[in-house]
């Protein structure tokens, strides 16, 4: 069974400073990795993913994320965050062995302060 | 292109009552999914369609729920004699057929009150 992880319920942080959203992952076989956000009352858009290639993914709106298989981790970053990135972030992950089915983490909140 | 489509945003129905929710893909996308999402919670699978075929309904519950996804026409997620405990945010996704993984594209969600 796969399975996600994201140990921080709530992150806070001042505007222009670096953002860091972490999520580590079990699965079986290679891992196909996802990141999320969620704003109130509206469903989830896609900011990344990685399936192949290079471990730096970089995303939608100045995010990035680094996969590590060595940690099993796919950690999403921004350089500076916005106040407009406050939101819910998922990180989701996937397999071959699951089909397309998505696995998600519980998610975290990001808030950041102006 | 539109995104992919759900109606209605929000549904409320009484115990006992049937509750019908709809997802309609992106244009070319084969591919459904519908997760629920519990407050406070992230999202967990339920159920995986293509065209006239569940693929995997692994995450369905056994009794009351029901998906299908017909020829023509959108997905429609089926919920028998709700229970206040079918009180979730129920969102599709869709994604094209491919060899290939893509992404999913998420609706809006249909928010369902069981009072």
């Given amino acids: 069974a796969q399975s996600v992880a994201q140990p921080e319920d709530q992150v806070n942080v001042a505007e222009g400073n670096p953002l860091t959203v972490k999520c580590t992952y079990s699965v ?11 704003y109130p009352n509206r469903g ?15 995303g939608s709106y100045g995010f990035e994320a680094e996969f590590n298989k060595s940690q099993t981790s796919f950690h999403l970053k921004k350089p500076s965050a916005l ?7 998922f990180c989701a992950v996937s397999s071959k062995a699951a089909g397309n089915k998505l696995t998600f983490g519980g998610g975290t909140r990001v808030l950041v302060k102006p | 292109n539109a995104g992919v489509m759900q109606n209605p945003r929000h549904l409320v ?23 629920r999402q519990l407050p406070e919670e992230g999202l967990k699978f339920m159920v995986y369609l293509q065209k006239e075929n569940i693929i995997d309904e692994s995450g369905m519950p056994k009794e009351r729920f029901s998906a299908e996804f017909p020829k023509e026409g959108p997905s429609i997620l089926r919920i028998q004699q709700v229970v206040r405990g ?13 060899i290939s993984y893509n992404e999913q594209f998420f609706g809006p969600g249909t928010r369902l009150t069981v009072l």
């Fill in chain 1, 28 to 38: 079986s076989g290679n891992p196909y990795l996802f990141w999320y956000v969620q």
């Fill in chain 1, 44 to 58: 989830l858009q896609f900011l990344l993913k990685y399936i192949t290639g290079d471990n730096l993914v970089k």
């Fill in chain 1, 83 to 89: 106040v407009s990135d406050s939101a819910l972030y």
């Fill in chain 2, 13 to 35: 129905r009484r115990r006992g009552q049937e509750a019908r929710l709809r997802c309609s893909p992106m244009k070319g996308h084969s591919h459904v999914y519908w997760y």
């Fill in chain 2, 86 to 98: 079918d009180s979730a945010a129920y969102f599709c996704a869709s994604s094209p057929p491919s």
